[in-house]
């Protein structure tokens, strides 16, 4: 076989490769784009059942993914003032909490199953054990140098979080605040 005749079948059989790996590509690629998010039938499902209203469009699209878990209106349905969704995540951060202000219409993000605590000056974590041990809570994480302690929440509902700040007021001489750990999106401040 001459040189000529080899680089002719090289570019032959490369041009076939490049158009079956292109069509093998393209199939995958529609295949995707025609499934159904299984997180998106979750959800359609949850509010079709009427047991939650749907996530709002002006929510980041990232939010838009999450799987509803649980929702609700605070402080009640009949005065309500806010709508709490608990959503869950496959990846990234797995229980967020996304409240809709009715009053306003302004949406804040956090975490949905912790809360965050700045010491006061001079208060180390471990002083923390005696308010933990009685509510049941547990610490899940601290920073030394921030001042900083996490620590779970009461429970499991829409308004675990609240609650929990509410609940750690009594020994409020051992911090700066308690706050729930929220969320920043890129591009909001």
Do not use: C
């Not at 079948?9 to 790996?21: A, C, D, H, Q, T």
């Not at 393209?26 to 939650?52: I, L, Q, Y």
């Not at 996490?150 to 509410?166: H, N, R, Y």
């Amino acid at each position: 076989m001459k040189s000529t005749d080899r680089v002719l079948v090289y570019l032959v059989g490369f041009i076939l490769g490049m158009l079956l790996v292109s069509m093998i590509l393209s199939r995958r690629a529609a295949k995707e784009e025609t499934a159904v998010d299984p997180w998106v039938a979750h959800n359609a499902g949850v509010v079709t059942a009427g047991t939650a209203d749907p996530l709002p469009s002006g929510m980041p699209a990232s939010i838009q993914r999450g799987k509803i878990m649980a929702f609700g209106f605070l402080p009640s349905a009949e005065a309500a003032a806010e709508r709490v969704w608990l959503l869950n995540f496959e990846k990234s951060y797995p229980y967020v909490r996304a409240v809709e202000d009715l009053a306003s219409g302004e949406f804040s993000y956090m975490a949905a199953d912790q809360i965050a605590i700045e010491l006061a000056e001079g208060v180390d974590v471990t002083e923390l054990k005696p308010m933990l041990d009685e509510l049941g809570l547990r610490l899940r994480m601290f920073n030394r140098k921030e001042h900083l302690a996490v620590v779970g929440v009461l429970s499991t509902q829409i308004d675990a979080v609240p609650a929990t700040i509410a609940a750690v007021q009594p020994w409020s001489d051992l911090f700066v605040a308690a706050r729930a750990d929220v969320l920043q999106f890129q591009g909001q401040r």
